[in-house]
């Protein structure tokens, strides 16, 4: 019996990073489920048990602070990353009080 693939959720608004990032996951044995919108996230693990999330923190519908406090109402154990290229001392405190 194998063991099931690890399941990650990850969520950006720049589709060709989405893309890239994921094709290499997959490549290395993940399941890999791509949300371009805070809001979609949100829906894609109300409807998916993931095993952990990749959030952008800057996005156009909802910031990734938002969705990590959202995913962690929802699933309080779920491991979020915070990626960003707009990183701050600032975000980085909020990530990490949200739970990131």
């Keep these: ?6 399941r990650v959720l990850l969520i950006d608004d720049e589709a ?5 990032l994921a094709k290499r996951l997959r490549r290395r044995g993940l399941s890999v489920l791509v949300a371009l919108s805070g809001s979609e996230a949100v829906r894609m693990l109300h409807e998916n048990a993931c095993d ?12 990734g602070i938002e969705v990590l406090k959202i995913f962690k109402k929802m699933v309080p154990s779920l491991p979020v990353i915070m990626l960003t290229g707009h990183g701050s001392e600032e ?7 949200a739970g990131a």
């Excluded at 060709?16 to 890239?20: C, H």
């Design 16 to 20: 060709g990073f989405t893309e890239v």
């Design 1 to 6: 019996m194998s063991e099931q693939p690890l």
């Design 52 to 63: 952990a999330a990749v959030c952008d923190l800057k996005m156009v519908d909802m910031d």
């Design 91 to 97: 975000a980085a405190k909020d990530g990490l009080a």
